[in-house]
């Protein structure tokens, strides 16, 4: 991206397409108004723009869609498909979610690929490509350039190398190094986001106003881990390992966890506690989901096993609370589904230790039922905040257009 020196320069293609990549459709005098500049050099711009079929009304009708560099002044404008798309690839534990889009992050097309939980990461990520060609293959021809991909992987994974590190799901993942992979597979940049920080930023998308300034949503089901929006930024942390909060220890005379630490929270409020507890109390191996309707339906064993893994979460909260002074937690993951039967002694422990400044207004909410759609749409937004999509769309398509920026 080519700056001025002196004041900076205002209303120019980067400026436009930038502004139409973050903010979504736009009038031209609206453009004028964020870019603080005149009707006339945002319409200059726009008609440059609009003949190079970088930009088009937002309903393109039989009337708009002439090609001949026009476009209604009262209608508002988006950048064309032909600025180049951007695709996404979500690893959950039993499916992985592949999708394309617009650059401004309108989704075009989805794709769930079930897969075994055992399921190897060159699996995962072969069937996975395989599938987001196929969707480019159903794009008009010659489809338009590819400027980035998405990635979210069930493991931690150091976001910045593409290196897998640790735990259980990771030995899955071992022996890849999942942003070169993608990278050598569509030829395209690769931005790496833990899944649970990603599910953070889903949900954060899925809110309504007002949107919480801190919102933290903790993954309960076999792992146990947090992600953070803050300021509506996703908090990833140096490597992209902020929020393992599964391994946060609450008790140092605690059982040795699978890290060889003591008393992680992992140990108590993990699937795999919860079932193994389960078993005990009830005599029979359940599945995690006929813990949860036992739990459900009342049965006292089984609702104690559930409520002390919501204290523990509780506990484990207080000082994250603490450091990041959120108001609203999400509770999301498998476990969720047992509702208030988790949530209520989870709240009990949290604000029985929470200080007022942060302990007034906090709400501790079940998280939403998210589409594949709503996955994608995440990854699309979220791909904006480490690669310059702006940069890249006129790049492709004129580099001489970057240079006078
Ligand atoms: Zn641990």
């Not at 996404?88 to 309108?106: K, M, N, P, W």
Request: proline share 5%; aromatic share 2%; net charge negative.
């Amino acid at each position: 991206m080519a700056t001025r020196r002196g004041i900076p320069p205002r209303g120019t293609p980067f400026e436009v397409v930038r502004t139409l990549l973050e903010e979504g459709g736009m009038h031209r005098a609206e453009l004028a108004r964020h870019l603080q500049t005149s009707r006339a050099t945002i319409t200059n711009t726009i008609t440059t723009l609009l003949e190079q079929g970088l930009v088009e009304p937002e309903t393109l009708t039989s009337d708009t869609a002439t090609g001949d560099g026009k476009a209604p002044l009262k209608e508002k404008l988006v950048l064309a498909r032909r600025a180049g798309i951007i695709g996404a690839a979500i690893h959950q534990d039993d499916s992985t979610i592949v999708g394309l889009g617009e650059v401004d992050g309108r989704v075009i097309s989805t794709r769930a690929l079930p897969c075994s939980p055992d399921a190897t990461g060159p699996e995962r990520i072969s069937t996975a490509l395989t599938a987001l060609r196929e969707l480019l293959d159903e794009l008009p021809a010659p489809h338009p350039p590819l400027h980035g991909l998405h990635v979210a992987p069930n493991t931690l994974v150091n976001r910045y190398t593409g290196e897998v590190l640790g735990g259980a799901t990771s030995t899955r993942w071992s022996k890849v190094n999942i942003r070169d992979e993608y990278e050598e597979g569509l030829g395209t940049a690769v931005v790496l986001e833990n899944l649970a920080r990603h599910a953070a930023y889903a949900q954060y998308g899925a809110l309504e106003s007002p949107l919480p300034r801190n919102l933290l949503h903790v993954s309960l089901s076999f792992g146990v881990a947090l992600g953070q929006v803050l300021d509506g930024r996703i908090i990833s942390g140096a490597h992209g390992g902020a929020g393992e909060l599964g391994h946060v220890s609450i008790d140092s005379n605690g059982p040795i966890c699978r890290c060889s630490h003591r008393g992680c929270l992992f140990n108590y409020a993990g699937a795999d506690n919860v079932l193994e507890e389960s078993r005990i109390v009830t005599g029979t191996a359940l599945s995690l989901d006929e813990a949860i309707d036992l739990a459900l339906a009342g049965d006292d064993r089984v609702v104690s096993i559930f409520s002390r893994a919501g204290a523990a979460v509780g506990m484990a909260l207080n000082p994250v609370c603490n450091l990041l002074d959120p108001d609203l937690i999400l509770i999301g993951g498998r476990l969720a589904r047992a509702g208030d039967v988790i949530l209520d002694p989870l709240r009990d422990a949290l604000f029985r230790s929470a200080l007022p400044l942060f302990g007034r207004d906090l709400r501790i909410e079940p998280a939403a039922t998210l589409t594949d759609q709503a996955l994608v749409h995440a990854s699309l937004r979220a791909l904006r905040l480490d690669v310059d999509l702006a940069a890249a769309v006129l790049a492709a398509h004129d580099p001489a257009t970057v240079d006078a920026s």
